[in-house]
């Protein structure tokens, strides 16, 4: 069978085909990780020329559904983005301890705010950013050691990440990324038709030989989480981040892309990488800290990147809710909120710590320095994800943060309290080595 007739694909013009070859890719005919048909052989099996096909497949990588590797030839991105991230669901009577969410009872409360905040209404053509929290969030960088130049505000982490990348590289770019990953980095890779080069991570973050060989290979930006590493926990100490400046020291032109996601409530110091940088972006969220539905986060970088990305903004989606910034501006002023974040990290680490001590009880050893989660290594993810459920625990299969690292499942600590952790363990342990786990006595 030619593959016309193989993948049903159909169209005279670039844009057609591309439309066909996507709708390949939804409904499964073209797979994830597979071969895509090369240009010649569709070419000459629809009737048209290479160019025409190329352009199709051109577009297909802008839209981050196609990757091309040179003399391999093109393939079918691993993961498509075409059914987007539904939640994780499971039956009643099951603990969900994968969703990755902070606990609710350690949030401030937001109606309390909207009660007490002074508002007063943006109209178009003002200035954008409320200058006190701007002069707040300079503050915080300051005291953080970032050696900020400008700073924006932006629609949160992944925002802020996302118009980072655009505004200084291309389709085709290759980026540095940790291995396991985020998921929604791997996307907006995707999206952006950029290639991510994998690095390992271990306990203190991104493995420098790793980042070496990524930047060796083209990488001309870096994205990575100095702690609460996501799935692992993983966080920078000072040797670590010192090994890792010396090797962005030689590539002086790379883009940092530094995900302090958790900041108030990580649970560990913060190692930056950017000083000296000429080309950097520092995002710090207020979802984990005071509610992922503050869809807020302060980004402080180099005066190019940070005109780019206010340029964009100003395009697109013109501002960020000037409520939204009345509010986060009122909670970081309240010393309420601050002792209440305190608190929050400090739960949240105990919890973590227990779950961890329960682990290693049950022979399973894991390190988790920072951050909501744990990742914990497994021979079989779907055996263990299956026998979890049938035990009570809903956890997070690790194949959607993986590109070359090993099997594993990610559990949300934020809600586990420490006599659950033990029975989490122990199920963990039943379902991953009931004959070879060694238990402590």
């Not at 503050?294 to 903004?313: F, K, W, Y």
């Not at 909120?337 to 919890?351: F, G, I, P, W």
Request: glycine share 10%.
């Amino acid at each position: 069978m030619n593959v016309v007739g193989q993948y049903h694909i159909h169209g005279k013009r670039s844009i057609e085909i591309a439309e066909s070859l996507e709708a390949a890719v939804r409904e499964g005919r073209l797979a994830g990780g597979g071969r895509a048909p090369t240009v010649r052989a569709l070419a000459g099996a629809l009737g048209v020329s290479v160019v025409t096909v190329a352009g199709a497949y051109r577009l297909l990588r802008e839209r981050g559904l196609f990757v091309t590797d040179g003399r391999r030839g093109t393939t079918v991105r691993a993961m498509p983005l075409l059914q987007g991230r539904p939640g994780m669901r499971f039956p009643e009577g099951v603990r969900n301890v994968a969703d990755g969410n902070p606990d609710p009872a350690l949030l401030p409360s937001l109606a309390a705010v909207l009660r007490e905040i002074a508002y007063d209404p943006v109209l178009y053509g003002q200035e954008p950013e409320i200058p006190a929290l701007l002069e707040l969030a300079a503050k915080r960088f300051a005291a953080a050691g970032v050696p900020w130049t400008a700073v924006a505000i932006v629609g949160g982490a992944l925002d802020g990440i996302e118009r980072a990348l655009a505004a200084s590289l291309r389709p085709g770019d290759r980026v540095a990324v940790e291995d396991p990953a985020y998921p929604p980095y791997l996307d907006l890779l995707a999206v952006l038709g950029l290639l991510p080069e994998p690095v390992a991570v271990d306990a203190a973050g991104m493995v420098p030989r790793q980042l070496r060989r990524a930047l060796a290979a083209g990488a001309r930006a870096a994205i990575y989480a100095p702690r609460s590493q996501n799935p692992t926990a993983a966080a920078f100490d000072e040797r670590r981040a010192g090994e890792l400046r010396r090797v962005v020291a030689k590539d002086p032109d790379v883009l940092l892309v530094e995900d302090d996601h958790t900041a108030g409530i990580s649970g560990a110091a913060y190692h930056t990488l950017v000083n000296g940088r000429a080309k950097f972006a520092v995002v710090r969220s207020v979802s984990k800290a005071l509610g992922p539905d503050l869809r807020l986060a302060v980004l402080a970088g180099d005066p190019m990147t940070v005109s780019r990305i206010r340029l964009r903004q100003r395009a697109g989606t013109g501002w960020v809710s000037g409520m939204l910034q009345s509010m986060v501006l009122h909670l970081w002023s309240d010393p309420h909120v601050k002792a209440l974040v305190k608190r929050a990290e400090e739960t949240y680490a105990r919890r973590r710590d227990a779950f961890v001590a329960a682990l290693r009880a049950e022979g399973i050893e894991v390190e988790a320095r920072s951050g909501l989660n744990v990742w914990v290594p497994v021979v079989d993810e779907d055996a263990t994800v299956r026998l979890l459920l049938e035990a009570g625990w809903g956890v997070y299969p690790g194949t959607r943060f993986r590109m070359t690292s090993g099997p594993a499942i990610r559990v949300t600590t934020a809600r586990l309290e420490p006599r659950d952790a033990v029975a989490l363990a122990g199920a963990i342990a039943a379902a991953t080595c009931p004959t070879t786990c060694v238990r402590s006595t």
